[in-house]
């Protein structure tokens, strides 16, 4: 896969694992904490650029909800269609406003990006924000014409995992999807109903298999690219092969790429150059 060739991990098995820690990104990065303010800095410069160069539509509602908005980001000339980011956070933190600049990579190779906010946890649960991303791709597909690809991060990985899943979309979106591509993505949510997080995600055993990919039958001809860093947890590493060998048992075209000396943090940076080889594989 260019300069990424796809690889497998092997882990081991552990009797006892202690799914608290398996779920915990920051505490392994280091200088993690500084990079959500690196961020919102990065993401507040390529607005204003945008903005001065008129390609910036922001706040567009696609729901009733004060957070159901997203920002559009237009290319130069004629758009080649549309790619939604949806950003993670555990599904309970961000929204459009610190990732802005992720977009860049994929508007410089002329394509119009769609960035939603969404409800977060406790106030939405996470059945309720799978149906707010569904609303926020139809109203983009709505605004933008030609073939959708999909991309998220994290939480943002297993939403729009989810779209790909039959029966989400509406069929006219479904349609155009060519690509879907997960980094770092949640596949399997069932871990998540016994570790403290879920104080705040108030997942049920029978909610977590429902709004869990992998539980799902995907949509037939469209591919997904499940992307991760090659230094991040073991979880989000078995997350990527689970989603991989499951969804290729049942027809799909799946490509598992481990992204050499990349955490969970800094997988998702390559995002803002246009000829990185995550971008390339979100537009190909």
């Not at 899943?165 to 155009?176: E, F, S």
């Not at 591509?181 to 029978?206: A, C, F, M, W, Y």
């Not at 689970?242 to 998702?268: Q, R, S």
Request: proline share 7%; with cysteine.
């Amino acid at each position: 896969m260019g300069s990424v060739p796809p690889r497998r991990n092997k882990m081991r098995r552990n009797e006892m694992i202690d799914w608290d820690d398996a779920f915990e990104n920051m505490a392994y990065i280091p200088g993690g904490a500084a990079m959500p303010g690196q961020w919102a800095e990065a993401a507040a410069a390529y607005r204003a650029e945008m903005a001065r160069a008129g390609r910036l539509q922001e706040n567009l509602a696609y729901g009733d909800g004060a957070r159901e908005v997203m920002d559009i980001l237009a290319p130069e000339g004629d758009s080649r269609g549309l790619v939604v980011f949806v950003h993670g956070g555990y599904w309970r933190a961000f929204d459009k406003s610190s990732w802005s600049h992720l977009a860049r990579g994929c508007v410089e190779n002329g394509w119009t990006v769609a960035l939603p906010s969404y409800p977060l946890a406790p106030e939405a649960r996470i059945s309720e924000i799978t149906a707010c991303i569904t609303s926020a791709v139809t109203t983009a597909a709505g605004q933008v014409s030609g073939p959708i690809r999909l991309a998220g991060h994290s939480a943002g990985g297993h939403l729009v995992t989810r779209m790909m899943c039959q029966g989400v979309l509406p069929d006219a979106v479904a349609t155009r999807l060519a690509r879907v591509t997960s980094i770092s993505g949640l596949h399997q949510l069932g871990p998540l109903v016994g570790i403290k997080l879920n104080d705040t995600l108030r997942l049920t055993p029978e909610e977590a298999d429902a709004e869990s990919p992998a539980a799902h039958d995907p949509l037939p001809n469209v591919p997904l690219s499940a992307w991760v860093g090659s230094q991040e947890r073991p979880e989000f590493l078995r997350q990527t092969r689970l989603i991989e060998e499951v969804w290729a048992l049942k027809g799909a075209d799946v490509t598992a790429i481990y992204d050499p000396g990349h955490n969970h943090f800094t997988v998702i940076g390559a995002l803002e150059q246009p000829d990185s080889p995550l971008t390339k594989e979100i537009l190909r």
